[in-house]
């Protein structure tokens, strides 16, 4: 189909963007790389009157270190955060997520902040991006602000970002020496995670996990942390049983979505068995 008529602006930087998403606040929509905004305009679900191309900045396209940082541009591709040796060397768990969304057009096309903005919650970056606990940079009207990942994602489509707000920038921590995997039961036509486990994990010395984080997309109406897992495995010697144990807490406290991919009990089934195998990838890598 094609999408209904619209008034298309082109900014050069992210000061002209934010006037006009403030002029235009009641009826416009961003577009970065297209790859949800475009399917859902030709469907004339999103019928905006002025679009505000983004691609244009070139101040948004980056990955660079930053002190024990990593900072990445809104506007890199998801082929970008694939192929980064920084983030393979010092986040690989953004690198390895990346590599599993879609195909290579929409990895091509496709950008980091469109994908945590749009907030869907199949998606696959909102889990590695809990898991990795980055922080967002949100540019408005009066200012820069930072938010912190677990209270980014509000819930269906639906992102704590104002409608006059900009995602700009993501923070992640530098951290060689973490163990990390994402494993995700794809839609088998667009890739899209039924459901999908990001962990980040580290052993001390003695072998005993030190740190856990487990981010979980799929399963509900936003991606979210599997804390109660999180807590049975922190200082644990990570030894099966145990975390066979600990992966039947993933849907404690969350309502499983039910859909035409999978039934609640599906996705809660899912979510355990792809915890466990999330958990033992990261330790063996
Ligand atoms: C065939 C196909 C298969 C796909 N498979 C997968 C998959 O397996 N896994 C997966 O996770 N995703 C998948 N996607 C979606 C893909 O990852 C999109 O790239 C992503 O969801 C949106 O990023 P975008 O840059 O294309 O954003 P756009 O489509 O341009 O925008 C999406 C939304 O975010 C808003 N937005 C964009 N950038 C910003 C910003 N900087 N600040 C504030 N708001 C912003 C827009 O206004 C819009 O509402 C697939 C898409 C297609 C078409």
Redesign the pocket.
């Known amino acids: 189909m094609i999408p209904a008529s619209f008034e298309y602006f082109a900014p050069g930087s992210v000061k002209e963007a934010i006037e006009m998403l403030s002029t235009y606040r009641d009826d416009v929509?961003?577009?970065?790389?297209?790859?949800?905004?475009?399917?859902l305009m030709k469907l004339r679900l999103?019928k905006p009157t002025y679009v505000i191309d983004?691609s244009r900045i070139a101040d948004?396209n980056y990955i660079r270190p930053e002190d024990d940082t990593i900072r990445i541009g809104?506007?890199a591709t998801?082929a970008q955060v694939e192929q980064s040796e920084l983030l393979k060397r010092d986040c690989p768990l953004l690198s390895q997520t990346a590599a599993?969304?879609?195909?290579v057009q929409?990895r091509n096309?496709?950008?980091i902040?469109?994908?945590l903005?749009?907030a869907?919650p199949?998606?696959?970056?909102p889990a590695a991006i809990l898991a990795v606990e980055a922080e967002m940079k949100a540019s408005g009207p009066s200012g820069e602000r930072w938010i912190k990942a677990e209270d980014f994602f509000v819930g269906f489509l639906t992102s704590c970002?104002q409608p006059d707000?900009?995602?700009?920038e993501i923070k992640v921590p530098a951290s060689r020496g973490s163990k990390t995997a994402y494993l995700k039961a794809?839609?088998r036509a667009?890739?899209?995670?039924v459901v999908g486990v990001a962990v980040r994990l580290e052993l001390g010395k003695d072998g005993l996990c030190e740190e856990i984080a487990i981010g979980v997309t799929g399963v509900a109406d936003k991606a979210y942390r599997a804390t109660s897992v999180e807590k049975i495995l922190k200082g644990s010697s990570l030894e099966a049983a145990l975390v066979q144990r600990a992966a039947a807490e993933a849907t404690r406290g969350v309502d499983p979505l039910e859909d035409i991919n999978g039934s609640k009990d599906y996705r809660s089934h899912l979510a355990r068995v792809y915890t466990v195998r999330a958990i033992q990838a990261a330790m063996a890598s």
């Open positions: 929509k961003l577009l970065a790389g297209g790859q949800s905004l475009v399917p999103a983004l948004l809104a506007l998801h599993t969304i879609g195909d929409v096309q496709g950008t902040g469109g994908s903005a749009h869907d199949a998606g696959d970056l970002l707000e900009i995602l700009t794809a839609q667009s890739g899209f995670a």
